[in-house]
C-alpha cells in the first residue's frame, strides 16, 4: 500500500515523476472530459482515484457505471505508463483487478461455483465509493463547524478554580500511648547506662589553681580550694586528683611550694616566695 | 446551518417557558455560584466539581438549566459538552472575534478524513480506517491527531492481532462544539445509507459511535504490552 | 486599586431604571458584540479597541451601561478598571472559587511523641520536653502540632527566660476519645497493656496529667511579646 500525503506538501512523494507530474493525457481526449489530466499526485490511493473518475459521470454515486468506471481507470494507468508515471504498487493492483472486473462483467463466463458475481463485486465497489465519499463530505462538514479557538473563544481571562489542601490528621490513642512508653522507656534506659563519671580534667585543675594562686600567699590546705569549687562529693575526688596532678607540675615549674607534713595530713599549698615579691 | 443545531438545541419558546416559571431566590443564589465557577475555570468544569463547592442540597441540574436559557440569546452562552459546562463565545459572533485570533494548524486532508472516520466510526482500527480510504495511514497522520488531544487509544479489539481501537475525546467535543458524539453532523444520514456495514467485522455492524471511556464489549484494556502498531516500531529509541 | 470604579456604584434602582427603559434590538446586537468581545480577550479591553470592531455608529456607551446593569446582580460582574473593561466573578463569591480538600496525614514519629510528651507532662516547656525526649525538638514538628488543633500554648513558666508551656486542647480530647485528660492510662496500665515492659529504674513514674484551662502557679499568661522561642537548641534535632 501507498502512504498517504500527510506531510507537508513540498515533501517529495515516491508516487510521481517530479517534473511533468501534470499535463494533458493522450489517453484522455477519447474522454468526454477533455481537461482529463493525469497526476496521480493529487491523489491519496487508487480508492480516491476511482472516485473521482466516478465523479466524472456525472451521475449519482449509486447509479454509477462500474464498467465504464473500470475502463477509465484503466485508460488513466496506461496513460501514466506511457509518460513513464512511476505507479505505486496499490495502483497496478487495483488495475489488474478491474481488468478482471471488466472482462467478467463484458463476457458472462459459465459460473465456476467458486468464483462471486461479478455484479456483486461491482456493487461491493460502488458501495466503498459511496462510503469514502460520504466520510468526506463529513469531514468537511465537521471542519466547517463553529470551531473554539476559530469561531467560538473560551473565557480570555478565566481567574481559575483552585483547590487548597487542608491536612486532616489522624492518630489513634494506641499511637500516641505507645509513643509515649517507646520514648520514655528508652530515654528511662538510657539515663542509667549513660550515667558516666564527671571528670574534672588536668587542665580544669591547672586553670583554676592559676586563677587562685594570687591569693594563696600563706600555706593554705589544697582541701579547702577544692571546697570552693567542687561542690558535689562525686566531684571531689576527680577534683582533688586532678588538682594534685596539676599541683606537681606547678612544683615542678617552679610556681608553688607544696608539703605534707605527715602522711595523710592536708596538702599544704603556697605560692613561691620569689614570684609573690614581684 | 445544520451543523449548528446543537448549540442551539434550546429552542427560544423552550427558553421562555422556563424563565417564565423563574427561579426562586434560593435557586438564584445556586445560579450565581455556578455562574462564578464556570466562568472562573480555566477548563470545562464537570457537575461533580460544582457540587463539591456548592451549598449542601443545591439543586445544580435546575440551576444549570435556568442558566444556560438566560445566556441563550447572550453574546456568550453556557454550554455543556461530554459531561462538563463551560461558557464560550455565541457562534454568530465569530466575525467580530476572529481578527486577532490565528487560524488553528490546518489539518491535511489524510489527518481531516482520519479524523472523521475515528469520530464516525468509533472504536475503530487502524485497518477499518485504511479500508475505508483505501490507503495505509501514514505514522505521522496518526501522531498528528494524537497530539491535538482529539484521538485517543481506547484499548484493543477481541481479534487476532489485538489491533488498537481509536476514538475521540472530550477535547474533539469541546473544539467542534459538540455537545456528545451522536451530535455529529449528518451522522443519521451516514447511518441511514447504511454505508458503515459492509467489510467491516463482525460485531462493529453498530453504525452509532461511542466515545464512553467504557470499553465495548470486543473491546480489552491497552495492556502494558508495547503499541507494535506499524506506526509506533518506528519510533527511535533512546 | 484606588482607580477601579467601585462594584457598587450601581444602585439597585439604577439598574432597575436603566434597564426599564431596555435597550432596542440595534442596542442589543452591540450589546452581545461588547460580552463577546471583553469575555474573550485576554486583557481587560478598552473602549477604543471595541469601537474598532464594532460596526459603525454602535453606540458603545449606552450598551456598555445596559450591559453593566444587566451583570450587576449576577455571579459574574462587568466592571471598568481605569479605562479598560473585563469582565470578573462577583467578589462576593470568592470563597467558592477555592475549596478546600481534606487531605488525610499521619503525624510523623516525632510529632506524635512529643504530642504524647505533650499530654502527659502538661503544662510543659519546650525544654523539659526535649529533656524527656533526649533530643531537639524541630520548629516543624511544633508547628505541625499547633495545626493539627491539638496541641496549644498555654501561657509561661514563672522561670529565668519565661519560657512558653504547652498543653493539649478539647479537640485533642475528642479525636482520642477521651473524657477528661486524667483518663489518659497511667504507669500500671501502660504496663498492663504491655507498652513498658519490666526494666524501669527505680522511681521511674509516669506524671497525672492536667488541663485545666486556669494556669497553674508557675505559669503566667502569654502576654503580647512575640514567641521568640528558639528552635536552634544544642540537642541533634530529629
Redesign the interface.
Known amino acids: 500500500?501507498?502512504?498517504?500525503?500527510?506531510?507537508p506538501p513540498e515533501e517529495a512523494t515516491p508516487v510521481l515523476e517530479p517534473a511533468d507530474a501534470a499535463f494533458e493525457a493522450e489517453g484522455g481526449k477519447r474522454d468526454d472530459e477533455a481537461d482529463f489530466r493525469v497526476d496521480v499526485d493529487g491523489y491519496?490511493?487508487?480508492?480516491?482515484l476511482l472516485l473521482e473518475l466516478a465523479r466524472r459521470q456525472k451521475v449519482d454515486l449509486s447509479r454509477i457505471s462500474v464498467l465504464a468506471l473500470a475502463e477509465q481507470y484503466l485508460e488513466f494507468i496506461e496513460a501514466a505508463r506511457r509518460v513513464r508515471l512511476e505507479l505505486a504498487a496499490?495502483y497496478l493492483v487495483m488495475a489488474a483487478w478491474l481488468a478482471y472486473l471488466k472482462s467478467r462483467l463484458l463476457l458472462p463466463a459459465p459460473p465456476k461455483a467458486q468464483e462471486p458475481d461479478p455484479k456483486d463485486l461491482a456493487a461491493?465497489l460502488a458501495?466503498?465509493l459511496?462510503?469514502?465519499q460520504?466520510?468526506?463530505?463529513?469531514?468537511e462538514?465537521?471542519?466547517?463547524?463553529?470551531?473554539?479557538?476559530?469561531?467560538?473563544?473560551?473565557?480570555?481571562?478565566?481567574?481559575?478554580?483552585?483547590?487548597?489542601?487542608?491536612?486532616?490528621?489522624?492518630?489513634?490513642?494506641f499511637?500516641?500511648?505507645?509513643?509515649?512508653?517507646?520514648?520514655?522507656?528508652?530515654?528511662?534506659?538510657?539515663?542509667?547506662s549513660l550515667k558516666h563519671r564527671q571528670v574534672w580534667s588536668l587542665a580544669e585543675a591547672r586553670e583554676a589553681l592559676e586563677r587562685i594562686l594570687g591569693m594563696a600567699v600563706e600555706w593554705t590546705a589544697l582541701d579547702d580550694y577544692l571546697i570552693d569549687w567542687a561542690v558535689t562529693p562525686a566531684q571531689a575526688r576527680t577534683a582533688r586528683a586532678s588538682t594534685f596532678s596539676a599541683s606537681l607540675e606547678m612544683v615542678k615549674e617552679g610556681l608553688i611550694d607544696l608539703r605534707q607534713d605527715r602522711a595523710f595530713a592536708p596538702l599544704m599549698l603556697r605560692r613561691r616566695r620569689a614570684l609573690a615579691a614581684e | 446551518m445544520a451543523?449548528?443545531e446543537s448549540?442551539f438545541d434550546l429552542k427560544a419558546a423552550d427558553v421562555a417557558a422556563l424563565l417564565a416559571r423563574g427561579p426562586g431566590p434560593a435557586q438564584r443564589e445556586v445560579m450565581r455560584l455556578c455562574e462564578a465557577?464556570i466562568?472562573?475555570?480555566?477548563e470545562p468544569?464537570s457537575e461533580e466539581?460544582m457540587l463539591k463547592?456548592l451549598p449542601e442540597g443545591a439543586e445544580l441540574g435546575a440551576a444549570l438549566a435556568y442558566l444556560k436559557a438566560e445566556y441563550f440569546a447572550r453574546g456568550v452562552n453556557l454550554v455543556k459538552v461530554g459531561k462538563k459546562w463551560?461558557?464560550?463565545?455565541a457562534?454568530d459572533l465569530?466575525f467580530v472575534?476572529?481578527r486577532e485570533?490565528q487560524?488553528?494548524k490546518k489539518?491535511?486532508?489524510?489527518?481531516?478524513?482520519t479524523?472523521?472516520?475515528v469520530?464516525?466510526h468509533q472504536p475503530v482500527t487502524r485497518a477499518e480506517i485504511?479500508d475505508?480510504?483505501?490507503?495505509?495511514?501514514?505514522k505521522?497522520?496518526m501522531d498528528?491527531l494524537l497530539e491535538t488531544g482529539w484521538v485517543r487509544l481506547r484499548g484493543r479489539r477481541r481479534a487476532p492481532g489485538r489491533p488498537v481501537t481509536y476514538g475521540t475525546t472530550d477535547a474533539f467535543l469541546?473544539?467542534?462544539?459538540?455537545e456528545q458524539i451522536s451530535d455529529?453532523?449528518?451522522l443519521d444520514e451516514?447511518k441511514g445509507?447504511g454505508?458503515?456495514d459492509?467489510?467491516l467485522p463482525k460485531g462493529f455492524g453498530v453504525p452509532q459511535p461511542r466515545d464512553d471511556s467504557a470499553l465495548m464489549e470486543d473491546e480489552e484494556p491497552l495492556g502494558d504490552e508495547p503499541l507494535n502498531e506499524s506506526f509506533a516500531s518506528d519510533l527511535p529509541e533512546d
Open positions: 500500500m501507498e502512504r498517504d500525503h500527510d506531510a491519496e490511493g487508487p480508492l480516491d496499490d461491493n458501495r466503498r459511496r462510503r469514502l460520504a466520510i468526506r463530505v463529513a469531514a462538514r465537521l471542519m466547517n463547524r463553529p470551531r473554539l479557538g476559530r469561531d467560538l473563544f473560551a473565557r480570555g481571562a478565566p481567574e481559575g478554580l483552585d483547590i487548597v489542601s487542608a491536612p486532616i490528621f489522624r492518630a489513634s490513642l499511637d500516641l500511648l505507645s509513643a509515649y512508653a517507646r520514648q520514655r522507656q528508652k530515654q528511662a534506659l538510657s539515663h542509667v | 451543523e449548528q448549540l465557577m466562568f472562573a475555570s480555566a468544569l466539581e463547592r463551560l461558557f464560550r463565545t457562534p465569530a472575534l476572529q485570533q487560524e488553528p489539518l491535511s486532508r489524510a489527518a481531516m478524513e479524523l472523521a472516520i469520530a464516525y485504511e475505508i480510504r483505501g490507503v495505509a495511514i501514514s505521522g497522520t498528528v469541546l473544539h467542534f462544539g459538540l455529529l453532523p449528518g451516514l445509507a454505508l458503515f459492509g467489510r
